[in-house]
């Protein structure tokens, strides 16, 4: 019996998710790559974030967008799940947001952390 979690995310653009992942200094494979799980048990990925248990993390493309594929029991990162999804989210949020701006002529005139963990982007094109 597979002891695998899909947990559904918005995340869609692969190359926005592995600047978040930069962005947080994970280090990640490129895939498809096998994610390790529960008495062998693996799962095909096109992002594998390796840990030290043996029990990997991975994204993979379920046709719509890139799910967290993990066996939750041996989690073990800093974050809890729910945190690290945080801000994986953000992250990607912020680069994808980069990425469709510039693509349209804007550029970033202001970026603000914020306490509570936001940022503020200001963006601007010149006509």
Do not use: C
């Amino acid at each position: 019996m597979s002891h695998f979690s899909n947990i559904k995310t918005k995340i869609r653009n692969l190359t926005s998710l592995k600047a978040a992942l930069k962005d947080m200094n994970i280090d990640w494979k490129e895939g498809p790559s096998a994610v390790r799980g529960y008495q062998g048990d693996r799962r095909t990925a096109e992002v594998v974030i390796e840990q030290e248990n043996n029990y990997d993390i991975g994204f993979s493309w379920n046709g719509q967008e890139y799910e967290l594929v993990a066996d939750l029991q041996y989690w073990q990162q800093p974050l809890t799940v729910d945190g690290f999804l945080q801000r994986i989210t953000q992250g990607y949020a912020y680069h994808t947001i980069l990425s469709e701006t510039s693509q349209q002529g804007f550029q970033v005139s202001e970026q603000q952390q914020n306490e509570d963990g936001s940022i503020r982007l200001v963006v601007q094109r010149w006509s």
